[in-house]
Structure formats: C-alpha cells, structure tokens
C-alpha cells in the first residue's frame, strides 16, 4: 500500500431491534468531505492516535473509535475488522480507509454539532431504499457496506460473516461504473464481475 497516502477509520455500529440488524447511519454538514452525505461515524487519523509498534489497522482503529466518541457520543469497545478502502485516483482527496464492525453500546448519542448535521437508525435494506428514493445521499463505501449487511438477520450473523479484511482498491471506468479485483476490466485483472453501476438509481452491485 502507498505508505503516503492519509489513513482514516470508520465504525460500523449495530445494534438489534424487533425489526432487525439496524445500522448507525449521520449526514455530514453541507460542506467539506462528503458534503451532505450520510455516512458511518469516523475520521481521519491524528497523531494521537498513534502508538508504537502498532499497524496501519490499529491506528485506524483507535482513530475510529476516538472519532464515534467525538462525533455521536459514544465508544464502542470491540472492533472487528470488515474492509479497507483505497479511492479512485480522480478523487479530490485520497484517504485510505478501513471499515470495522461494532456493536453499538447503549446510552443516548450526543451529535456533535460541527461534524454531524442528524443521525438514524436503520435496517441496512431501509437505508438502500430510500437512497434509491433519492432521499439519501450515500457514497460507493457505505452503499456497498449497506448491500452486504442487508442479506444478515442479527449483530452476530454480521460478525460470522466477517473474515480476511477485504480491500477495494478503486477504479472508475465509464459513465458512474466502480470497479474492484476480480472485474475483468480492473487494473488488477480479473475473469468476473465485481462493480457498481451508479450512472442511476436503485445502483446496481454485480459480484460473479
């Protein structure tokens, strides 16, 4: 990986409800990075953060889980980790991310009022339909994340389902495509299909 390239965590906090595995979803402020899109709590990583001998994941990790504090209020004490993303090189901002899976401790969220404009709970399956409604604004990451944890019925299906972290190293082709290893056009190569069709909504995730 580009040792250069900035480094953030994001947490992924669930919890359990009568009507399923609900997600921690917030919309950003209508400026900056992901300008008034809803997203999972998390940030880049500060020095802080930083611990020696530590990997770029447990960085990550601790950036994530002061980030929840910050932002919503609340730490969550076990991470696991889901997925590292790398952006296409067209993004104005490169970051590098990591995704971990949280259970959501109990208590009341305190947004802050700089970084967080609203937050909700809501199934995964919700959230893609009302992103699809164009009542959400979602980035590639979270809606992918959302897709996945919408085929699971409970906080522990979501962490059986984890495995080997799994990296999305980025590659745009066409109009709105998103492309990752093991597409046949990602750079990487491939024999299959592992996209994201965004050109309109609902989007499309393809995987063969």
């Known amino acids: 990986m580009d040792a250069t390239m900035p480094v953030a965590g994001t947490a992924v906090l669930l919890r359990d409800r009568a009507e399923g595995l609900e997600v921690l979803l917030t919309r950003r402020p209508d400026r900056g990075s ?30 994530a889980i002061r980030e929840c504090d910050e932002e919503v209020g609340i730490r969550p004490a076990e991470l696991v980790t889901l997925s590292c993303w790398v ?15 949280a259970t959501a401790p109990e208590g009341e969220l305190t947004l802050s009022p700089d970084e967080v404009e609203e937050s909700r709970w809501l199934t995964p399956a919700e959230a893609l339909r009302l992103h699809a409604k164009g009542e959400l604004r979602l980035f ?24 080997a972290p799994e990296l999305y190293a980025t590659h745009i082709i066409g109009d709105g495509v998103f492309v ?24 499309r995730y393809l995987r063969d």
């Open 34 to 63: 992901f300008a008034a899109a809803w997203v999972f709590p998390g940030g880049m990583v500060e020095p802080e953060d930083a611990v020696a001998g530590a990997s770029e994941q447990q960085t990550a990790a601790r950036a």
């Open 87 to 101: 952006p296409p090189v067209e993004a104005p901002k490169r970051v590098r991310t990591w995704f971990f899976l």
């Open 140 to 163: 590639p990451p979270t809606w992918v994340t959302l897709h996945a944890l919408a085929q699971l019925a409970s906080i522990d299906a979501a962490f059986a389902a984890t495995s």
């Open 180 to 203: 990752w290893g093991g597409d046949a056009e990602h750079p990487e190569g491939g024999d299959g299909r592992h996209r994201l069709e965004t050109a309109s909504r609902p989007w």
